[in-house]
């Protein structure tokens, strides 16, 4: 079984200052790591994804996550926050080792930046 | 280039009544998911379809719940009969190859049962 733990309900950071928003992950084998974002009344919208190589990875507005393979986590960062960051992250992963396709998702974290 | 594209966006119906969701992947993709999203439980995978064919349905809460994919291009989900406690957004969301790639999501169908 694969599961995804993002353990803030919510992250609160001032404008202009660096966010984390953090994810941990449980597979069996080597896993497929993404970060969506979810606007009000929208879908998911895909930011990064971890599959194989250097363990920082860049995605879209600036974002990126560092993979730690020995502590399980899949971190989502970002150097400045923007007001318009503010929205719902979800962390989600699937093993490689199967040919089941389907991501699982965590609980999401809700991304609050203050002007 | 169009993403995937869900109908209605918002149902509003009363406990009892068949609710259809459609759901339009994106051309050329050949995985398709279901996903339904609730305050109480986030985001839950009902069923995908490999090439238009039922993978893993494990997800779907009973058997009230079906979903089908006559082809390559469209998808629905049918609840008979409906219940208060289905009321939630799904998720369709398509992806293609062999399993590295992101999910495409569509915008959802918002879904209350009265």
């Known amino acids: 079984a694969q599961s995804v733990a993002q353990p803030e309900d919510q992250v609160n950071v001032a404008e202009g200052n660096p966010l984390t928003v953090k994810c941990t992950y449980s597979v069996s084998g080597n896993p497929y790591l993404f970060w969506y974002v979810q606007y009000p009344n929208r879908g998911l919208q895909f930011l990064l994804k971890y599959i194989t190589g250097d363990n920082l990875v860049k995605g879209s507005y600036g974002f990126e996550a560092e993979f730690n393979k020995s502590q399980t986590s899949f971190h989502l960062k970002k150097p400045s926050a923007l007001v318009s960051d503010s929205a719902l992250y979800f962390c989600?992963?699937?093993?490689?080792?199967?040919?089941?396709?389907?991501?699982?998702f965590g609980s999401g974290t809700r991304l609050q930046v203050q002007p | 280039d169009a993403g995937v594209i869900q109908s209605p966006r918002h149902e509003v119906t009363e406990m009892g009544q068949e609710v259809t969701l459609r759901c339009k992947p994106i051309s050329g993709h050949n995985s398709l998911f279901w996903y339904r999203q609730t305050m109480m439980r986030g985001l839950e995978l009902l069923i995908y379809?490999?090439?238009?064919?039922?993978?893993?349905d494990s997800g779907m809460p009973e058997d009230r719940f079906s979903a089908k994919m006559p082809n390559a291009s469209f998808s629905t989900l049918k609840i008979q009969p409906s219940e208060p406690r289905d009321s939630a957004v799904y998720f369709c969301?398509?992806?293609?190859?062999?399993?590295?790639?992101?999910?495409?999501f569509g915008e959802g169908s918002r879904l209350t049962v009265l």
């Open positions: 379809f490999n090439n238009n064919v039922p993978i893993d």
């Open positions: 989600a992963v699937r093993a490689t080792d199967t040919g089941r396709r389907a991501l699982t």
């Open positions: 969301a398509s992806t293609l190859g062999v399993g590295t790639g992101e999910l495409f």
